[in-house]
């Protein structure tokens, strides 16, 4: 009995100091634990209030900066102020007398002086109030040119100086030059052979050839060859015989 009591006392001691041991060994865990964890925050601590102070120099510096900027900014503008150059006043310059206008005088008109186109007998006068038998028509009509009789190809001439304004086939009076003269004149020479010697636009002296006598009018075929010539002025037929001058 005894020697159990002391075999039973002697297990409890090693129960106890197993328990101790282990005891110990996790409390020093735990400590070494703490201690890491108290490192690992006063390192976190540290790192926070670098940075902290990092940002806020930066921050001044910026702000230095810019005050520094915006009073370059006032002193350049000062410098721009006080060199800007002062423009004298300039004298207004005095108005100049007005020129008197002087009235401008009203060309006088050329002096025209027609002549007959083409020598020859006048067959069929000018008539626009009265009426004329056409061989060719069958009929009475108006007659509102001179017909002039010439042997076929005589050379027809330019009654005054002018321009040719146009050179046509006329449906009616066939070959037809017209010449355009000064004073809103204008004469028209009809049923000619042909118009070869001049051109359009061109500028004629008085006398100047300008066709040849013919026999291409329909209006007046059955007549002998012979110089429809016409005269306007301002657009309105007149009779050639009251303005050219006769030999």
Known sequence: MRGKRYE???????????IIGI??????????????LYQNKQQANSEIARIDNLTTSDATMVSTSEDKS???VEIDNTIQNNTTPTTEPQET?????????EPQETPKPVELHFSVPVEGE????????????SETLKEWTVHLGID?????????????????E???????????????????????????LSADFVTEGEKVEKGQTIGSVGDSAAFEIADEPHLHFEMKKDDEIVNPSSHWEKE
Do not use: M, W
């Open 122 to 133: 006048i067959t069929k006068d000018f008539a626009d109030s009265s009426l004329v038998y």
């Open 23 to 36: 005891c110990t060994l996790v409390a020093l865990i735990i400590l070494i634990f703490s201690l890491s």
């Open 148 to 164: 002039i009789k010439a042997e076929k190809g005589s050379a027809v001439v330019a009654s005054e100086a002018g321009t040719i």
């Open 166 to 192: 146009s050179i046509k086939n006329d449906p009616r009076y066939g070959t037809t030059v017209t010449i355009s003269h000064e004073n809103g004149y204008k004469t028209i020479y009809s049923n000619l």
């Open 8 to 18: 039973s006392s002697g297990l409890d001691k090693q129960k106890q100091y197993y």
């Open 70 to 72: 915006i009073n370059e």
């Open 93 to 101: 310059p005095k108005p100049s007398p007005a020129k008197e206008i």
